[in-house]
């Protein structure tokens, strides 16, 4: 596709239930982030992919929260048990990968996510 | 683990007086880059530096990098209503053949006309 894309785009669940979101990349790109954004607040680092790499999973809050990318394709954002606190809007991004990491990173618009 | 610090977290101001973001990392910078976020939208890419120092001009927004490539300001002119948004800076870790982007807190521009 042309841009990146994320499914669902609003996600409305009841705490304590599983959800499962999902980023398609821009084709090509090596790079690929979550990013948890809470109203009003800032872009919280969650996981990235870097081609075959291992992940770098240093901003998983918890347990709950897993992510897995087939390849250099699509990735998926699994938050298990929900809670309150997970109300946010979850963001990814890709980038363009070697041999330069100087470049941009294009934003899908977003999974907003609401626990009741 | 690695932080980047962005100040002010709101700015006021009246339309054509000037705004400046002021970002600080607690690391050394492959580079960094900045991104606006209308409200309701997504980030979208302004500009990246690199180099130590680095000085860039868009129209009216000037974008420093640091000497020690740990801090960065971003200063826009005279603003519009059109600069509404909130202004982020992303600082980029190159390893595994990549690059791992920390983003700052946002600085959020309102202009009053």
New interface residues.
């Given amino acids: 596709g042309a841009g990146v894309s994320q499914s669902p785009s609003n996600k409305v669940t009841e705490k304590g239930k599983d959800v499962e979101l999902r980023c398609d990349p821009i084709s090509g790109h090596?790079?690929l982030?979550w990013?948890r954004q809470r109203l009003?607040?800032?872009?919280e680092?969650l996981i990235?992919f870097?081609?075959n790499?291992a992940p770098?999973k240093?901003g998983l809050p918890s347990d709950r929260f897993s992510a897995e990318r087939t390849g250099e394709s699509v990735s998926t954002l699994t938050i298990q048990r929900t809670q309150q606190e997970d109300s946010a809007v979850y963001?990814c991004?890709s980038?363009p990968?070697?041999p330069t990491?100087?470049t941009?990173?294009?934003?899908?618009?977003?999974t907003r996510l609401t626990v009741v | 683990?690695q932080q980047v610090m962005?100040i002010p977290q709101y700015q006021h101001v009246q339309e054509g007086e000037d705004f400046t973001t002021y970002c600080n990392s607690s690391t050394t910078l492959?580079?960094i880059?900045w991104?606006k976020q209308r409200p309701g939208g997504?980030?979208?890419?302004l500009i990246?530096l690199?180099k130590s120092g680095e000085v860039k001009k868009q129209k009216r927004l000037t974008f420093q990098f640091g000497e020690a490539k740990k801090n960065s300001s971003l200063h826009i002119t005279a603003t519009q209503t059109t600069d509404v948004g909130t202004y982020?800076c992303?600082g980029?870790l190159?390893y595994?053949?990549?690059?791992?982007?920390?983003?700052?807190?946002?600085t959020?521009l309102s202009v009053k006309p």
């Fill in positions: 090596t790079a982030y990013y009003g607040q800032g872009l680092f990235y870097q081609g790499s770098d240093s963001l991004a980038r990968g070697p990491g100087n941009e990173a294009f934003f899908g618009q977003g | 683990g962005q492959s580079n880059q991104y997504h980030p979208v890419f990246q690199v982020f992303a980029l190159i595994n053949q990549g690059g791992k982007l920390i983003f700052g807190q946002g959020e």
